[in-house]
């Protein structure tokens, strides 16, 4: 099974604030990476797939990158709506798995 | 617009069963691969089940093999997670969601499945 880990687990910043996500695979995914935001009570909402491409209605502030183990989610200036809990995910193979997540919360 | 419903949870006793609907609507359900997605309470996500159009390929989480199982009815629109022998730990909102490619482009809001005494 291939274990993502997410870091920071917490990150505290104010709006307007720039957030830097990671996510790192324990074996190569490729670019077979996703990133999703998860509100309490929501849906979870698809932001990025293939590493590095946004969503469709994904603002443009929302941007990723990497290959191979080592993937970022970056905000770029945060919104208020943006204080949310964010999954990677890989799909390598059929035994997809996420990471635990990193809470985005207003410091 | 796309709309994934799921119904279907409640409480049910350890060794029980239980099954999950999900309705969808908005987009050709036959088209895509659909899975079972679920989240412990104050825990992440962890994939439990995927079945891929007309249910030719069927995949589940080491955690429920053997334990649930997948169907789909493209007929009516729906899928579906039939849960036997219930454990503690199975204790989660289900989320069912629509693949594309590698990842889920739609959700629906999920449905919380308590295992309990």
Same mark, same amino acid.
């Given at each position: 099974?291939?274990?993502?880990?997410?870091?920071?687990?917490?990150?505290?910043?104010?709006?307007?604030?720039?957030?830097?996500?990671?996510?790192?695979?324990?074996?190569?995914?490729?670019?077979?990476?996703?990133?999703?935001?998860?509100?309490?009570?929501?849906?979870?909402?698809?932001?990025?797939?293939?590493?590095?491409?946004?969503?469709?209605?994904?603002?443009?502030?929302?941007?990723?990158? &990497?290959?191979?183990?080592?993937?970022?989610?970056?905000?770029?200036?945060?919104?208020?709506?943006?204080?949310?809990?964010?999954?990677?995910?890989?799909?390598?193979?059929?035994?997809?798995?996420? &990471? &635990?997540?990193?809470?985005?919360?207003?410091? | 617009?796309?709309?994934?419903?799921?119904?279907?949870?409640?409480?049910?006793?350890?060794?029980?069963?239980? +099954?999950?609907?999900?309705?969808?609507?908005?987009?050709?359900?036959?088209?895509?691969?659909?899975?079972?997605?679920?989240?412990?309470?104050?825990?992440?996500?962890?994939?439990?089940?995927?079945?891929?159009?007309?249910? +030719?390929?069927?995949?589940?989480?080491?955690?429920? +093999?053997?334990?649930?199982?997948?169907?789909?009815?493209?007929?009516?629109?729906?899928?579906?997670?039939?849960?036997?022998?219930?454990?503690?730990?199975?204790?989660?909102?289900?989320?069912?969601?629509?693949?594309?490619?590698?990842?889920?482009?739609?959700?629906?809001?999920?449905?919380?499945?308590?295992?309990?005494?």
């Amino acid at each position: 099974e291939i274990v993502l880990t997410q870091s920071p687990a917490t990150l505290s910043l104010s709006p307007g604030e720039r957030a830097t996500l990671s996510c790192r695979a324990s074996q190569s995914v490729n670019t077979y990476i996703a990133w999703y935001q998860h509100k309490a009570g929501q849906a979870p909402r698809l932001l990025i797939y293939d590493a590095s491409n946004r969503a469709t209605g994904v603002p443009a502030r929302f941007s990723g990158g &990497g290959s191979g183990t080592d993937f970022t989610l970056t905000i770029s200036s945060l919104e208020p709506e943006d204080f949310a809990v964010y999954y990677c995910q890989q799909r390598l193979t059929w035994l997809l798995t996420f &990471g &635990g997540g990193t809470r985005v919360e207003i410091k | 617009e796309v709309h994934l419903v799921e119904s279907g949870g409640g409480l049910v006793q350890p060794g029980g069963s239980l +099954r999950l609907s999900c309705s969808a609507s908005g987009f050709t359900f036959s088209d895509y691969n659909m899975h079972w997605v679920r989240q412990a309470p104050r825990g992440g996500l962890e994939f439990v089940s995927a079945i891929t159009t007309y249910g +030719r390929e069927i995949y589940y989480g080491d955690s429920v +093999r053997g334990r649930f199982t997948i169907s789909r009815d493209d007929s009516k629109n729906t899928l579906y997670l039939q849960m036997s022998s219930l454990r503690a730990e199975d204790t989660a909102v289900y989320f069912c969601a629509k693949a594309k490619g590698r990842s889920y482009d739609y959700w629906g809001q999920g449905t919380l499945v308590t295992v309990s005494s």
